[in-house]
C-alpha cells in the first residue's frame, strides 16, 4: 500500500513538471524568433519520460484511474504530449540545435 502512496505522489510532481517544461518550451518559442537554440530540445524528455512512465504505472496500480486523474491519466497524457511536441519542434524545424540547424542548411 505505501508503494501506491509513492507512485501517486510521484506522478503528480512528474505531471506538474510536464505541464511546467510545455508552458516553458511555448514561452521560449514565442520569444526565440531564430528557430535554433544552444542546447537540444530534446534535454527536455528528463521530465517527459518519467511522466510518462510514472503515470502509466499510476494507472497500473490503481484500481479506479478516473476516479483521480491527476494522478495518472495526466501525467500520462502531459508526458506523451510533451515527447510527441518535442518530435513536431524537431521534424518541422520550429526549433531546432543550432548544429541541427547548421546541418540542415536554415539561414
Not at 511522466?51 to 506523451?80: D, H, M, R, V, Y
Request: hydrophobic residues 50%; aromatic residues 10%; glycine residues 8%.
Amino acid at each position: 500500500m505505501k508503494i501506491n502512496k509513492i507512485i501517486k505522489c510521484a506522478a503528480v510532481i512528474a505531471g506538474l513538471a510536464s505541464i511546467t517544461m510545455i508552458v516553458a518550451l511555448t514561452m521560449y518559442l514565442r520569444e526565440n524568433k531564430s528557430g535554433h537554440t544552444g542546447i537540444s530540445p530534446y534535454i527536455a524528455l528528463v521530465v517527459f519520460t518519467p511522466s510518462f512512465a510514472l503515470g502509466i504505472a499510476n494507472i497500473i496500480e490503481n484500481q479506479n484511474p478516473w476516479k483521480n486523474p491527476w494522478t495518472g491519466i495526466i501525467p500520462a497524457l502531459t508526458g506523451a504530449f510533451g515527447a510527441g511536441f518535442l518530435i513536431y519542434l524537431d521534424k518541422a524545424n520550429v526549433l531546432l540545435e543550432y548544429d541541427t540547424w547548421i546541418r540542415r542548411g536554415m539561414q
